[in-house]
């Protein structure tokens, strides 16, 4: 049996891309209703977890700067989930900018839990797994978002994100992913909305076989939170004309509650060019062109 003291795992946090967000609803403890289509992204985070002593956190990476390590980091919240004895140090490798839409924080969240789970395998003579239906109800309550995040596969969430269709068909797509460098939250947007009782998608959504059919029908759906979150951040108006603006761009649109809006290609040439058009245009907005598609064989902890 290996010593699981000395077990690392490696774990990718993709980013979530809410390519369609209709708010159908809100419940009576606030929280509001979704009905949103999502992919995952070839672009994300990095939790690595080690051996510890005790559980500890610390942040590498271009985007951590400014965020705390402190226990309101959701890899530490995630951690506490398990109450064991058990160590474990954390480096996060921050990839994707903060409070912008594609879900950063849910994402590490759920590699922790995904990471933790080998690493922890056993405690006290106890598996682990026994108790993970528990465990997974706890950690999503930390964040709507975390559910989602635990597959890392296209789907379709309802509920307040909590209800997951799996969507085993969708076809990756080339995509560009722009985020101006204006941190927007998340709460402050969804309670600057008003209207909060428009229409879900239709039952049953098509089967797309190229980026081109998804596109088309992207233009007939929505993001509900898109007009709000222009109003607190502006420049979300400025990356959306940047994307419609480069060549091939099939839509362009805001993803979660923004401010990182994606567009659509027909390929990664044309997102790749997409990509050098805009940073050369704006060399301080943080740009990526990726793949949006099922990331849930990347996202598997690597053990060593
Ligand atoms: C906008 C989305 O990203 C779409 O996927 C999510 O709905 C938000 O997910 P999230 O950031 O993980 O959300 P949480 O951290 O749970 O909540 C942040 C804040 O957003 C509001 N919130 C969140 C989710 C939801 N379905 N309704 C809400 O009203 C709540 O006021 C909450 O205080
Ligand atoms: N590991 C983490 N990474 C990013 N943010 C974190 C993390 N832990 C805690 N947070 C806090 O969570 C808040 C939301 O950050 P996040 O990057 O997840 O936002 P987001 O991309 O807008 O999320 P969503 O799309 O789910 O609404 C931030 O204000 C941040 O302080």
Same mark, same amino acid.
């Given at each position: 049996?290996?010593?699981?003291?000395? $077990?690392?795992?490696?774990?990718?946090?993709? #980013?979530? +891309?809410?390519?369609? /967000?209709?708010?159908?609803?809100? &419940?009576?403890? %606030?929280?509001?209703?979704?009905?949103?289509?999502?992919?995952?992204?070839?672009?994300?985070?990095?939790?690595?977890?080690?051996?510890?002593?005790?559980?500890?956190?610390?942040?590498?990476?271009?985007?951590?700067?400014?965020?705390?390590?402190?226990?309101?980091?959701?890899?530490?919240?995630?951690?506490?989930?398990?109450?064991?004895?058990?160590?474990?140090?954390?480096?996060?490798?921050?990839?994707?900018?903060?409070?912008?839409?594609?879900?950063?924080?849910?994402?590490?969240?759920?590699?922790?839990?995904?990471?933790?789970?080998?690493?922890?395998?056993?405690?006290?003579?106890?598996?682990?797994?026994?108790?993970?239906?528990?465990? $997974?109800?706890?950690?999503?309550?930390?964040? #709507?978002? +975390?559910?989602?995040? /635990?597959?890392?596969?296209?789907? &379709?969430?309802? %509920?307040?994100?909590?209800?997951?269709?799996?969507?085993?068909?969708?076809?990756?797509?080339?995509?560009?992913?722009?985020?101006?460098?204006?941190?927007?939250?998340?709460?402050?947007?969804?309670?600057?909305?008003?209207?909060?009782?428009?229409?879900?998608?239709?039952?049953?959504?098509?089967?797309?076989?190229?980026?081109?059919?998804?596109?088309?029908?992207?233009?007939?759906?929505?993001?509900?939170?898109?007009?709000?979150?222009?109003?607190?951040?502006?420049?979300?108006?400025?990356?959306?004309?940047?994307?419609?603006?480069?060549?091939?761009?099939?839509?362009?649109?805001?993803?979660?509650?923004?401010?990182?809006?994606?567009?659509?290609?027909?390929?990664?040439?044309?997102?790749?060019?997409?990509?050098?058009?805009?940073?050369?245009?704006?060399?301080?907005?943080?740009?990526?062109?990726?793949?949006?598609?099922?990331?849930?064989?990347?996202?598997?902890?690597?053990?060593?």
């Amino acid at each position: 049996m290996t010593d699981k003291k000395t $077990t690392s795992v490696k774990v990718f946090a993709p #980013a979530k +891309i809410n390519l369609t /967000l209709h708010i159908t609803g809100q &419940r009576d403890d %606030g929280y509001h209703l979704i009905d949103s289509l999502v992919a995952f992204a070839s672009v994300g985070d990095v939790v690595k977890i080690g051996p510890g002593e005790a559980v500890s956190l610390k942040i590498n990476g271009a985007e951590g700067d400014g965020l705390s390590a402190d226990a309101d980091n959701l890899i530490l919240k995630t951690a506490d989930i398990f109450k064991t004895d058990q160590g474990a140090s954390f480096t996060l490798i921050k990839k994707l900018p903060v409070a912008s839409g594609i879900g950063g924080g849910s994402a590490d969240a759920a590699a922790a839990f995904r990471g933790l789970v080998p690493l922890w395998a056993e405690h006290d003579g106890k598996v682990l797994s026994d108790d993970l239906v528990a465990e $997974t109800e706890a950690l999503a309550k930390l964040g #709507a978002d +975390i559910p989602m995040c /635990l597959f890392s596969a296209p789907c &379709r969430a309802t %509920g307040i994100g909590n209800k997951l269709q799996m969507i085993e068909t969708f076809t990756p797509v080339s995509a560009l992913l722009v985020n101006p460098r204006v941190a927007v939250s998340t709460q402050d947007v969804f309670k600057s909305l008003k209207q909060k009782d428009n229409a879900p998608m239709l039952d049953a959504l098509p089967q797309f076989t190229h980026a081109a059919d998804l596109a088309g029908w992207l233009k007939d759906q929505r993001n509900d939170l898109e007009a709000v979150a222009k109003e607190i951040a502006p420049v979300i108006d400025d990356v959306l004309n940047a994307l419609n603006d480069t060549d091939e761009c099939l839509i362009a649109r805001m993803s979660g509650s923004g401010a990182t809006c994606f567009a659509l290609y027909p390929n990664g040439e044309t997102s790749d060019q997409a990509a050098k058009v805009i940073r050369k245009e704006y060399p301080d907005w943080w740009v990526k062109s990726c793949m949006l598609g099922d990331q849930s064989a990347r996202s598997m902890p690597k053990v060593s």
